[in-house]
């Protein structure tokens, strides 16, 4: 018995004086992870090419065409082992000339509102279209509503973000459904066009783009949508109070072309030992052309570059094969993010982790996970690490929209998370441009993603080391 109790407690004394030994050893490569993120970090001069020498890219365009040749390019001088463009068909939709809008209140009685043309809608007739408005706050109220004051007139959707709510993120996602589906479920009931409220928490007079949806509705029955801005949806809100027979009047010509083709870019450290094992750290190419996509995402993108060119510097040598992988097309039809795993899955690759930074470019303050329970307990013992650098927030949850296609049982996901208070102001708008971008918090990312990587890497996640040691 006395000799059972005396192993016992050798065999915890020793992992406790293991354990002491890798939280030194992590603690001091976090660290070095951290001083060159900060003293010499590549991404926000990346960013400001990105942003400012390119501008917004979005799917099908030049501006995306160069910001992939300018990745590859700079992915190359970091001297990977290897660098590569992944070719992806992706839709090509232009906005054309800007929108224009107004309230008419009476004859000759106008006054001009903000709007901007959503993602993949189709244009207003050259004259525009002028009609009656009906204000609905979800899908829902329209069939409430029927056919009989529906049809004929434009569907004002008119639901906020809810200000409560602490999660900006779950705000957006209680109200993008009237501009993702607005069209589609408005065409039913005979409506002409939609004018969807912008998803944005400030009282402010930019429109906010983003993707939607005509689903199988035949291409002659599809109407035009459009997105006003806050201020605008509040002042119309107001004067349909008063008046309820007031038109609206909005002209936009985008149009939708053939796909066309273009690339994710891929770059990859081959791992020491376990260069036939995966981890990725992405973020994504494309973005929106109302601004020039510095926190959506040209964030992520320039974050996901330095965790690679850290590794480089700090001459960290990876167990795993690390890739850096800049989707395209994220924003209107998650292609890159698709062709990526289903080229994986035809080559057999095996992915064990991947990482996405697709939040914005604020101050980091943790991940969100898609994992499993054991894996879970590991990334909890590691937030001590993290303290030092006000890292605090480890929640299971959603990773990112591109990563998701590669999810696979044992398989970990995660999300950078940065603040989110600010992030919706940006969003799609106008003003998402590399002047809101601040450069400590954009580097403070990078570092902590990094640092992540770094931890899983080195201790694998649970499901691939049980394989290992069975």
Same mark, same amino acid.
């Given at each position: 018995?006395?000799?059972?109790?005396?192993?016992?407690?050798?065999?915890?004394?020793?992992?406790?004086?293991?354990?002491?030994?890798?939280?030194?050893?992590?603690?001091?490569?976090?660290?070095?992870?951290?001083?060159?993120?900060?003293?010499?970090?590549?991404?926000?001069?990346?960013?400001?090419?990105?942003?400012?020498?390119?501008?917004?890219?979005?799917?099908?365009?030049?501006?995306?065409?160069?910001?992939?040749?300018?990745?590859?390019?700079?992915?190359?001088?970091?001297?990977?082992?290897?660098?590569?463009?992944?070719?992806?068909?992706?839709?090509?939709?232009?906005?054309?000339?800007?929108?224009?809008?107004?309230?008419?209140?009476?004859?000759?009685?106008?006054?001009?509102?903000?709007?901007?043309?959503?993602?993949?809608?189709?244009?207003?007739?050259?004259?525009?279209?002028?009609?009656?408005?009906?204000?609905?706050?979800?899908?829902?109220?329209?069939?409430?509503?029927?056919?009989?004051?529906?049809?004929?007139?434009?569907?004002?959707?008119?639901?906020?973000?809810?200000?409560?709510?602490?999660?900006?993120?779950?705000?957006?996602?209680?109200?993008?459904?009237?501009?993702?589906?607005?069209?589609?479920?408005?065409?039913?009931?005979?409506?002409?066009?939609?004018?969807?409220?912008?998803?944005?928490?400030?009282?402010?007079?930019?429109?906010?783009?983003?993707?939607?949806?005509?689903?199988?509705?035949?291409?002659?029955?599809?109407?035009?949508?459009?997105?006003?801005?806050?201020?605008?949806?509040?002042?119309?809100?107001?004067?349909?109070?008063?008046?309820?027979?007031?038109?609206?009047?909005?002209?936009?010509?985008?149009?939708?072309?053939? !796909?066309?083709?273009?690339?994710?870019?891929?770059?990859?450290?081959?791992?020491?030992?376990?260069?036939?094992?995966?981890?990725?750290?992405?973020?994504?190419?494309?973005?929106?052309?109302?601004?020039?996509?510095?926190?959506?995402?040209?964030?992520?993108?320039?974050?996901?570059?330095?965790?690679?060119?850290?590794?480089?510097?700090?001459?960290?040598?990876?167990?795993?094969?690390?890739?850096?992988?800049?989707?395209?097309?994220?924003?209107?039809?998650?292609?890159?993010?698709?062709?990526?795993?289903?080229?994986?899955?035809?080559?057999?690759?095996?992915?064990?982790?991947?990482?996405?930074?697709?939040?914005?470019?604020?101050?980091?303050?943790?991940?969100?996970?898609?994992? !499993?329970?054991?894996?879970?307990?590991?990334?909890?013992?590691?937030?001590?690490?993290?303290?030092?650098?006000?890292?605090?927030?480890?929640?299971?949850?959603?990773?990112?929209?591109?990563?998701?296609?590669?999810?696979?049982?044992?398989?970990?996901?995660?999300?950078?998370?940065?603040?989110?208070?600010?992030?919706?102001?940006?969003?799609?708008?106008?003003?998402?441009?590399?002047?809101?971008?601040?450069?400590?918090?954009?580097?403070?990312?990078?570092?902590?993603?990094?640092?992540?990587?770094?931890?899983?890497?080195?201790?694998?996640?649970?499901?691939?080391?049980?394989?290992?040691?069975?």
């Amino acid at each position: 018995m006395k000799r059972t109790l005396f192993t016992l407690t050798l065999v915890f004394m020793a992992s406790l004086l293991q354990a002491q030994s890798n939280y030194k050893k992590d603690s001091t490569q976090l660290k070095a992870i951290y001083n060159e993120a900060l003293l010499n970090g590549k991404s926000y001069d990346w960013l400001d090419h990105l942003s400012n020498e390119i501008g917004g890219r979005l799917s099908g365009s030049l501006n995306a065409e160069k910001a992939v040749k300018y990745t590859k390019a700079e992915l190359e001088s970091l001297g990977l082992d290897k660098v590569w463009l992944q070719p992806v068909m992706v839709p090509k939709w232009t906005r054309g000339q800007k929108e224009y809008a107004y309230i008419e209140t009476g004859p000759g009685q106008t006054s001009t509102t903000d709007i901007c043309a959503l993602g993949g809608s189709v244009p207003t007739p050259v004259s525009g279209i002028k009609a009656q408005l009906i204000e609905v706050t979800s899908l829902d109220q329209l069939a409430t509503l029927g056919r009989d004051k529906i049809e004929g007139k434009i569907v004002f959707y008119n639901r906020p973000m809810q200000a409560d709510l602490v999660n900006t993120f779950a705000a957006y996602g209680g109200c993008v459904d009237q501009r993702y589906a607005g069209a589609m479920e408005a065409a039913k009931y005979g409506a002409v066009a939609v004018v969807v409220r912008s998803m944005n928490l400030r009282s402010d007079d930019l429109p906010h783009t983003g993707s939607m949806t005509y689903g199988d509705t035949p291409a002659n029955q599809r109407i035009p949508a459009c997105a006003i801005s806050t201020n605008g949806a509040d002042y119309l809100s107001s004067a349909l109070k008063i008046l309820p027979s007031l038109y609206f009047y909005f002209k936009q010509s985008c149009r939708t072309f053939d !796909d066309v083709l273009s690339h994710n870019v891929v770059g990859e450290i081959t791992g020491s030992q376990y260069p036939n094992k995966y981890m990725v750290v992405g973020g994504h190419l494309d973005s929106w052309d109302l601004g020039d996509g510095s926190h959506d995402d040209g964030a992520g993108v320039v974050q996901s570059m330095e965790v690679l060119r850290l590794f480089k510097e700090i001459g960290y040598q990876p167990k795993h094969s690390i890739r850096v992988v800049l989707f395209m097309n994220e924003e209107n039809g998650l292609r890159g993010g698709n062709k990526y795993a289903e080229e994986a899955r035809l080559k057999n690759e095996k992915h064990v982790f991947a990482l996405e930074s697709d939040a914005g470019g604020f101050t980091p303050r943790g991940f969100s996970f898609d994992l !499993d329970d054991e894996n879970f307990k590991q990334v909890e013992s590691w937030k001590p690490l993290f303290k030092p650098y006000l890292i605090h927030y480890f929640e299971r949850g959603g990773s990112g929209a591109d990563i998701g296609p590669l999810k696979e049982d044992g398989m970990v996901l995660a999300g950078l998370r940065p603040d989110s208070q600010r992030y919706f102001d940006h969003h799609h708008a106008a003003n998402d441009t590399f002047d809101a971008v601040n450069k400590r918090e954009l580097e403070l990312g990078g570092a902590s993603m990094a640092s992540l990587v770094y931890l899983m890497d080195t201790y694998g996640t649970k499901t691939e080391m049980t394989v290992i040691k069975n």
